[in-house]
């Protein structure tokens, strides 16, 4: 039985954050690390934030991203791309 894939969503805020970033192989490893989300929307290292947002936050190197899931529609929302230090501001 085929487990069935979650589909990503980058909101427009997050989008804004991937357009703020120049390095090109730290893009490529955000995109990478996302799309892995399709198939595991918990892996390990991910961290269930206590916020309002009610998210999870994944590293990848100095920057983190932030996402909440919906799994009744298996839909992840990809909110916040951030460097480690603005990330929760």
Do not use: A, N, W
């Not at 804004?16 to 970033?21: A, V």
């Not at 892995?36 to 991910?46: Q, Y």
């Not at 909110?79 to 230090?85: G, L, M, Q, S, T």
Request: aromatic content about 8%.
């Amino acid at each position: 039985m085929k487990k069935e894939e979650y589909k990503i969503l980058l909101l427009p805020s997050g989008q804004r954050d991937l357009d703020d970033i120049t390095d090109k192989k730290l893009l490529l490893r955000l995109k990478e690390s996302m799309l892995s989300l399709k198939s595991d929307t918990r892996p390990h290292g991910c961290i269930k934030l206590l916020d309002k947002e009610g998210g999870h936050r994944i590293r990848v190197g100095d920057y983190r991203y932030c996402y909440r899931i919906d799994d009744t529609s298996r839909e992840v929302f990809i909110y916040r791309v951030k460097h480690r230090k603005d990330v929760y501001r």
